[in-house]
């Protein structure tokens, strides 16, 4: 069980990274990674709202969708309990804990529409993963979300400063650090943990 | 067709308890505003300058409602902003006085000697990197790769010929440039001051005029002539004391490097 856990987590951080092996997540990795800080914050934000996400929507998959034999609804029911969930923690948060809630400040709403959050709890249910599993999987998958997230943006903080032929000013060199980061990342793909 | 009509039932009740969840929870977790932090955003001028020294106009929005800043913050918009502020927030309107940027060098590329040629990145910050903090002899002079310019918000901020120069009638004083100048030459002044040093070379008399056709030389011909006793010379540069300067402009005139500029003009 907790070999089991622990290749889900290392799985999920390195070898599958959502952003660098799967692709999921792009828009928020290149919107939000121009400065360290709020790449971090954005990154504690995925990471919070995909295990919520995987929890809750494991519970309404195998609860209601699977029983009444309504699978291929999985994407639409995922979609609407995200997008209440995300309203819900805002509004929670603002209230409970006004800290956390700052510290997050706008990239909470920004997430409700982020393909990874989906991505996670559809590719919890293709795993069949159970309910420790999945939110296992949700957390770690926030965690290699936010690994990546962070490192761009160290990368380009320093790019500011490198010599690069003036065709590339602005979005094309980020692509390209961003292209060979994730060579980077390919050197962990097909590697198998614990059999 | 059980299938169709659990699909819109199970996704219709789903939605529905969703709502119905959201609207309780709007009530429940509703954090009060203060109505008068809406009015104050309103009237602040919404360029997220950070001139007043808190993140964004919302932010500052925010202090002034809880009574933890003053009114008269909002550089961007100036008295009336801070009239208007006042009003919402109630209390007497003690207006600040308008600050314009300044770049206290005139070392333009004809003027100020070149120490190497810079085909570096176009950043002030990577150009301070190599020998003496400047690509000109004069390691107090402006680099001119124009950390200013990009940071302003106002068009007010432009490098001409390796030197910023100050668009006064477009500068709000935000203090955006100041951050920006990784050697601190840029500092704001008060609007009303008309005379200004543009020099800030620290250097001997003799040194300054082997490095730049311009530089302040520190031969205390203004110190003597003025009025006032407003310029002074220390450390080898001409200052104003702007609490004791008449405006009039006499320094100016009699100085041998015309490096005092007048704005009164």
């Given amino acids: 069980m907790l070999t089991n856990i622990l290749s889900i987590a290392l799985g999920a951080i390195l ?30 934000a995925v990471v919070f709202v995909m295990g919520l996400a995987s929890a809750i929507c494991w519970v309404v998959d195998t609860y209601i969708l699977v029983p009444l ?16 969930l995300v309203q819900f923690v805002e509004m929670f948060l603002k209230k409970m804990v006004p800290s956390l809630y700052t510290a997050l400040g706008i990239y909470l709403p ?39 997230i962070v490192l761009f943006a160290s990368v380009r903080e320093r790019i500011q400063f490198a010599d690069y032929p003036e065709c590339f000013e602005g979005f094309p060199i980020c692509l390209v650090s961003a292209g060979l980061l994730a060579l980077a990342f390919m050197g962990f793909s097909g590697m198998q943990i614990f059999g | 067709m059980t299938t169709i009509l659990y699909s819109i039932l199970v996704l219709g009740a789903l939605g529905a308890i969703f709502g ?25 001028a919404g360029a997220n300058c950070g001139g007043c020294g808190y993140p964004g106009c919302d932010g500052y929005a925010a202090a002034v409602a809880a009574g933890e800043a003053p009114c008269n913050k909002c550089v961007a918009g ?3 902003t801070a009239a208007k502020v006042a ?9 600040a006085e308008k600050m314009v940027a300044f770049v206290p060098c005139s070392g333009a590329h004809d003027i100020a000697e070149p120490r190497f040629n810079y085909s570096g990145p176009v950043d002030c910050r990577a150009a301070m990197l190599f020998g003496g903090k400047s690509s ?61 040093p543009a020099c800030r070379n620290q250097d ?3 040194q300054v005029m082997k490095i730049c056709k311009v530089g302040c030389i520190g031969c205390m011909k203004c110190q003597r002539e003025c009025p006032a006793d407003a310029i002074v010379v220390t450390n080898n540069v001409a200052t104003v004391d702007v609490s004791k300067c008449v405006q009039c402009g006499h320094c100016a005139d009699v100085c041998p490097r015309h490096i005092i500029e007048y704005f009164g003009k």
């Avoid at chain 1, 999921?24 to 939000?32: E, K, N, S, V, W």
């Avoid at chain 2, 009003?87 to 207006?95: F, L, P, R």
């Avoid at chain 2, 100048?181 to 008309?194: A, D, F, G, M, W």
Wanted: glycine residues 10%; charged residues 15%; negative net charge.
């Fill in chain 1, 15 to 44: 070898i599958n990274n959502f952003i660098f092996s799967q692709f999921l997540g792009c828009c928020p990795f290149l919107g939000c990674s121009s400065k360290v800080d709020t790449a971090t914050g954005m990154g504690l």
């Fill in chain 1, 69 to 84: 034999g309504l699978d291929f609804l999985e994407t639409l029911a995922f979609i609407l309990v995200i997008a209440a």
């Fill in chain 1, 110 to 148: 920004l997430i409700t529409t982020n393909c990874a959050v989906l991505g996670v709890v559809l590719l919890n249910v293709q795993n069949h993963y159970n309910f420790i599993e999945s939110v296992v999987y949700g957390i770690t998958g926030g965690l290699g979300f936010m690994l990546a």
């Fill in chain 2, 20 to 44: 119905a969840v959201l609207a309780y929870a709007s009530k429940v977790f509703h954090v009060e505003v203060d109505p008068r932090q809406e009015a104050v955003r309103e009237a602040l």
């Fill in chain 2, 78 to 80: 100036g008295a009336a």
């Fill in chain 2, 87 to 95: 009003e919402i927030m109630g209390v007497a309107n003690d207006a």
């Fill in chain 2, 136 to 196: 000109k002899l004069c390691t107090f002079a402006c680099i001119g790769l124009g950390n200013c310019e990009r940071a302003c918000q106002f068009d007010a901020m432009h490098v001409e010929n390796g030197v910023a120069k100050v668009d006064r009638s477009k500068c709000v004083g935000c203090g955006a440039c100041v951050d920006a100048c990784p050697k601190s030459i840029v500092k704001l002044i008060p609007e009303s001051q008309k005379i200004m």
């Fill in chain 2, 204 to 206: 001997k008399g003799a």
